[in-house]
């Protein structure tokens, strides 16, 4: 439970926009599970298995009125454990540049920016973006492509 | 990969994502609160107190509909149902009823109510409904919660929600059981001021039911379940 429920809780913060229903989502989905463990099919993977219970409850919460807590990127200054320490020079050049791409993505459309945030921000694989999202394998690619080609439009002459 | 995804990936090391919180033991609190139907544990008991709430949703024309499951607690009891029945809002069913102060709710209602540490002398006013329930409006994250008490025991203790779309679920409070309905549904009160009638109301917000002593508490708003637990763990 403790391997997984990281990424449980990311993955419905990413659709809930909250981080109080992503946690209530994340453990009604683990409850759920445990008591689903009879209809697990042997030897299939786990997490995806894991992450459409955890996505469905997170889906069951999104209230249209509830606001979206928009994502955001840590404070400049914080540093983690093993980062090289960049010249302030290219620190705010990667802090703007970073700035900008969230900006872009944040104004994709939701199914579109829930797919960026599931493949490229959570690393889930293919499979596992299609469990969160509750949508075909094909339907993730075709999404990722179009959602990327609508970031290079946007980010045209910055890339 | 394109550069574009790489660039993505790197956006996803640097994004400020809420803490995660350890899950564990909220997840086993809930796998040991859970409990089968009321009958198969408490007996004639139980199934005494189910007969007196089908015989009072069939009392009422409204509340005449397929009843899928029931949850009963302290002097509450949940039903859940295919269809809501009629209902109004709040306002036109009379508020919480009238307002007096703790001393005069304490006397009417024969009990000492249980509260949050408040700052200074505690609420200036509480709603007293006939002479069984009593509210008060607390603030919880920013928001107002109401506070509703009364008797587990009697049959004017009794009241009813009826769910249709609505989650329910036990949870647990201090390690007691506790009952946690999400979303809209109704509750039908009987008021004996009015000579027994009862009154079905609309519930928009969340609502936490527990037992503390010989009361029933239920706390109403809108509010996450952990915060509605939260806060419950603070009322005494």
Not at chain 2, 174 to 196: E, K, M, N, P, S
Request: glycine share 8%.
């Amino acid at each position: 439970m403790r391997t997984h429920q990281g990424i449980a809780f990311r993955t419905a913060y990413v659709l809930t926009g909250s981080a109080a229903d992503a946690e209530e989502a994340a453990q009604d989905g683990f409850v759920k599970a445990y008591r689903a463990l009879g209809r697990f099919r042997r030897g299939a993977p786990l997490r995806p298995w894991l992450l459409r219970i955890v996505a469905n409850e997170a889906r069951n919460r999104r209230r249209s009125a509830a606001r979206r807590e928009r994502l955001s990127l840590r404070a400049a200054a914080e540093a983690r454990p093993g980062d090289a320490v960049p010249s302030p020079e290219a620190a705010l050049l990667s802090r703007e540049s970073h700035e900008q791409l969230l900006a872009a993505v944040e104004r994709l459309s939701d199914e579109h920016r829930k797919a960026i945030a599931c493949r490229y921000f959570l690393d889930l694989s293919e499979d596992e973006t299609a469990a969160a999202l509750h949508v075909r394998r094909g339907t993730v690619k075709s999404r990722l492509s179009r959602a990327l080609e609508r970031l290079r439009e946007e980010l045209e002459g910055e890339l | 990969m394109t550069s574009l995804e790489v660039r993505l990936r790197a956006l996803g090391h640097e994004l400020e994502l809420p803490a995660e919180p350890d899950l564990t033991a909220a997840i086993l609190e809930q796998l040991e609160g859970r409990r089968p139907f009321p009958w198969r544990r408490a007996g004639a008991l139980a199934l005494a107190l189910v007969a007196i709430a089908v015989g009072a949703a069939f009392a009422v024309p409204q509340a005449r509909t397929a009843i899928l499951r029931f949850f009963h607690i302290g002097g509450e009891t949940i039903i859940r149902v295919e269809t809501l029945p009629p209902a109004v809002e709040r306002a036109q069913a009379g508020g919480f009823g009238m307002p007096v102060s703790r001393p005069e709710a304490e006397h009417t209602l024969g009990f000492r109510l249980m509260l949050p540490p408040f700052h200074g002398s505690g609420p200036d006013r509480v709603y007293v409904l006939g002479d069984s329930v009593g509210t008060v409006i607390l603030r919880s994250h920013g928001r107002p919660v109401l506070l509703s008490e009364f008797s587990s025991a009697g049959e004017m203790g009794l009241k009813k929600l009826t769910v249709n779309q609505s989650s329910v679920q036990w949870v647990r409070v201090d390690g007691r059981d506790a009952i946690w309905i999400r979303g809209t549904h109704t509750l039908t009160y009987f008021d004996r001021q009015l000579g027994f009638r009862e009154q079905t109301i609309r519930i928009r917000g969340n609502v936490l039911v527990w037992t503390r002593g010989r009361l029933t508490l239920r706390l109403e708003g809108s509010v996450t379940r952990t915060q509605a637990i939260a806060l419950a763990r603070t009322i005494d």
